[in-house]
């Protein structure tokens, strides 16, 4: 096994990434995401490709359309201020089946917001990151290794699917530092037959393109983008599941949040409660099965997120009416304690135990 | 095997908080343990407090942000006034008794006072009061082996820095030999440890 | 055997053009398509359309086309031209895109001497939407926006891109050129080439600015919006060369901005006197 390094999970996202066959990288200063574009421009040089501070997201995002257009592994970051900026850009993606990776260290909003770690920009990611009918496909790490993890899985994703792809991580996960082993670099990538490199005589011109001016052409893109989101449904939704078989409570919990739902699973079952823990892994797919299968064997749902509760709704379309699902969550750059999970955990063991439901 | 024990040092931006966690984070990751480092980060750091969550274990770290800790590393009065209470009944609290007049009034945890401020002035490390306190926090809780402790150093003192190397020894080597508190010593120095 | 005077530029597709009768678009991609040909580099230009009128300029260039949205085209363009350092890079923006919403992207794309061409059309509207008031359009001249006529005091004034970009180091070749007439037409075909091939030698970033017309939304006859143009544009919007750093004695735009930083430190040196700035007292 490789050496296990300690590095904060921007910094180990970054050089994941370079690993992944990055050599594109279009960033702009934001907290706190700053130490994976300053890691990046201190290593991708050295790496042979290209680190470059935009004007503006609006910019950065831009170029990462025209690098992958080339046909380049290209990234941009940022947290969640400058994400609605890069709103735009994402869509146009999309719609020109551009792939590409963004991160997003999640901060508190709305508006300028605070500085600190939240998981307010669930919807954003997972319904409507810019105008139009798509997805991105949503990696939600809950360690610095899983920063490293998800982003060399990221680039794949991109590419397979045609698609952007997004990591939403959080300023917690951006800034601690972990013990973490970094992926070997990748020396393959995969071909793209569609990108604009320059025709050479030897094919038609390749374009890349989201206007089309017949209704009928434009529903055309977009059924077949939507057969392939449920492709994707079918083949890639994860989720981590902890101690979920005997549970009578099950959290559900992503990101920095879920290893607080952890902590706080461990002490309820000290306390002799059965509760076991879901950790969606992709956001979009959001991992209905799993959910799904849980609800059939559990008697309880507790949603834990850091915001006003946003996951929850698509927890309650997967468990569909089954079992209740409650939420805990706290806004504004709050982290919750595992005291206070636990508290909620307990609130509903109790009302269970009363019968109330 | 170590206990599982959760740090918190606090004090002014500039003290060195970041780089005391930093120092017990790798003695971790050379004890090949689970760990986490978590910092506060933002513009309260600028001039402000700062503060560092430090997680030791043989399990999985929950969550990396410590609210109760098990040791406080205290290097001024508002971080001291500011977290004393929170440590758990039986915890233990390191105070940077230079900066810290008023201790907490608390009788249900260790506290250790030790002047590293001074020491560090008076044993020209200046800048490393921070260091002498985690050699005391070592003394105190052994929570690694201090060669591993002393690879940390050396691992975390940059390159470009190397001549600082054997004052970060010094001033740990003063933080463990440090006696105040009437505690016994949980661990010694190693034969072949040796200062510079 | 007969000689063939004029034939469709190779790097044109069969694509009919979808412009107004009377529009310099078309004029606008015959020379950036026979520029193409005449320098072989159609197998290796990747194009960049705008939103705007030329939004389908994807459909009329036979090179790799990419479509980007509202003004971002110089954003795209250095993503490209960074993945790709060896091809030919041109992006193809109206008035509306570079200069208002894409203003931004246009001045950094500028200032960091990104090597790849931009090809402005000036003609002081929007057209696609239909006539609004444009960054470009003239004091007093009425658009469905300004239906009273342009009142600076209200919307502002025109921005001369030329003349502003002009100013920033990274710029090589900044030049403002019409195609009224067959002698204007000739001429603009010198800028663009000129621009291509300053791209092709690294020299810096090139913009050639085509003041144009909009016989639709101006409400006037081909001719007569060719005649508007000269007697109301031309003298807001002087045809000429701004910035070229070659003829300025450069091999790019490093060495011209090294050497206007130079002079500029000289303090208070002559204009016109900066062949040793340094010996003038320049300890700043």
């Not at chain 1, 992709?282 to 849980?294: D, E, K, Q, S």
């Not at chain 1, 079992?323 to 909620?344: D, H, M, S, Y």
């Amino acid at each position: 096994m490789t050496e296990k390094v300690l590095m904060k999970g921007n910094e180990a996202l970054a050089e994941a990434a370079i690993r992944a066959g990055c050599r594109f990288f279009f960033g702009y200063p934001i907290t706190p995401q700053t130490e994976l574009a300053a890691y990046m421009a201190k290593r991708m040089g050295k790496a042979g490709g290209v680190y470059l501070q935009a004007e503006s997201e609006i910019a950065a995002i831009n170029m990462v359309y025209g690098a992958s257009a080339a046909g380049k592994r290209a990234m941009t970051s940022s947290s969640s201020p400058g994400i609605s900026l890069k709103g735009e850009g994402i869509s146009y993606m999309a719609g020109a089946d551009l792939p590409g990776v963004i991160i997003n260290v999640q901060r508190g909003g709305p508006g300028l917001g605070g500085i600190q770690p939240s998981q307010s920009d669930y919807f954003q990611a997972t319904r409507a990151t810019g105008h139009g009918d798509f997805h991105l496909i949503v990696l939600a790490p809950s360690t610095v290794q899983e920063m490293t993890d998800y982003v060399f899985r990221a680039f794949d994703l991109a590419d397979e699917y045609r698609m952007p792809v997004m990591i939403l991580a959080d300023g917690m996960l951006g800034q601690m530092m972990e013990p973490v082993v970094l992926p070997e670099p990748k020396t393959e990538l995969p071909e793209k037959p569609w990108a604009v490199t320059g025709h050479r005589g030897e094919r038609p011109h390749n374009v890349v393109n989201s206007l089309y001016l017949k209704p009928e052409e434009l529903e055309d893109t977009n059924i077949e983008r939507f057969e392939r989101y449920e492709r994707i449904k079918a083949a890639e939704q994860r989720a981590e599941e902890y101690l979920v078989d005997d549970a009578d409570i099950v959290v559900v919990a992503f990101g920095a949040s879920s290893r607080i739902a952890r902590s706080a699973v461990n002490k309820a079952r000290e306390k002799g409660i059965k509760v076991g823990l879901i950790r969606p892994i992709t956001l979009w797919p959001f991992p209905v099965n799993a959910i799904g299968a849980a609800a059939d064997r559990a008697k309880a749902i507790l949603t834990v997120e850091m915001n006003m509760g946003q996951m929850v709704e698509d927890v309650r379309l997967a468990v569909c009416g089954r079992v209740p699902v409650e939420f805990f969550g706290r806004a504004g750059g709050i982290i919750p304690t595992p005291v206070e999970t636990l508290a909620a955990i307990e609130r509903i063991a109790a009302s269970l135990e009363g019968g109330a439901r | 095997m170590a206990p599982t024990v959760n740090i918190l040092l606090a004090g002014f931006g500039g003290q060195g908080i970041l780089f005391a966690g930093k120092l017990i984070a790798y003695a971790g990751l050379i004890e090949k343990r689970e760990l986490s480092w978590l910092p506060s980060y933002g513009p309260e750091m600028r001039g402000g407090t700062a503060n560092c969550s430090v997680c030791l274990s043989d399990e999985p770290i929950g969550s990396p942000l410590v609210l109760e800790p098990d040791v406080l590393v205290a290097m001024n009065q508002p971080s001291l006034d500011k977290f004393a209470d929170a440590v758990v009944p039986g915890g233990k609290i390191i105070v940077d008794s230079t900066m810290c007049q008023r201790l907490p009034e608390r009788d249900d945890v260790d506290i250790f006072p030790v002047p590293s401020t001074q020491l560090a002035e008076d044993n020209g490390l200046k800048g490393l009061a921070s260091v002498i306190l985690v050699g005391k926090l070592l003394r105190e809780i052994g929570f690694c082996d201090p060669r591993a402790l002393d690879e940390a150093i050396a691992k975390s003192v940059p390159p470009k820095k190397a001549h600082l190397l054997p004052k970060n020894r010094k001033a740990f080597e003063i933080g463990m030999l440090n006696e105040d508190g009437e505690s016994v010593p949980v661990c010694s120095l190693p034969d072949d440890w040796a200062v510079e | 055997m007969s000689k063939v005077v004029y034939k469709r530029p190779e790097a044109l597709t069969e694509a009919p053009f979808s412009y107004c009768p009377g529009c310099t678009h078309g004029i606008v991609h015959r020379l950036v398509a026979e520029t193409m040909d005449e320098l072989r580099i159609e197998g290796t230009t990747v194009g960049v359309a705008p939103v705007g009128c030329s939004v389908l300029a994807y459909e009329f260039f036979g090179c790799d086309m990419v479509q980007a949205a509202h003004g971002r085209a110089p954003a795209v363009a250095t993503g490209l031209k960074r993945a790709l350092p060896g091809n030919v890079v041109f992006a193809y923006q109206g008035d509306g895109d570079l200069a208002s919403i894409g203003m931004a992207e246009t001045v950094h794309a500028a200032t960091r001497g990104e090597k790849i061409t931009i090809i402005f059309i000036n003609n002081a509207i929007y057209g696609m939407t239909g006539g609004q008031l444009a960054p470009t359009s003239l004091p007093n001249q009425i658009t469905q926006t300004s239906p009273y006529g342009r009142d600076v005091n209200e919307a502002g004034f025109p921005i001369r891109v030329v003349e502003m970009l002009s100013t920033l180091d990274g710029v090589a070749l900044a030049q403002r050129v019409t195609v009224d007439t067959p002698k204007n037409v000739r001429a603009a075909k010198r800028a663009i080439k000129k621009a291509f091939e300053y791209q092709i030698e690294g020299v810096g970033y090139t913009i050639i600015e085509v003041v144009s017309t909009c016989p639709t939304n101006w409400g006037l006859s081909p001719s007569d919006a060719l005649q508007w143009m000269r007697d109301n544009m031309l003298p807001y919007y002087p045809l000429g060369v701004y910035k070229d750093v070659k003829a300025d004695g450069f091999a790019n735009v490093a060495e011209a901005a090294a050497a206007r930083a130079l002079a500029l430190a000289g303090g208070n040196v002559e204009k016109g006197d900066t062949a040793d700035p340094a010996a003038e007292g320049g300890e700043a």
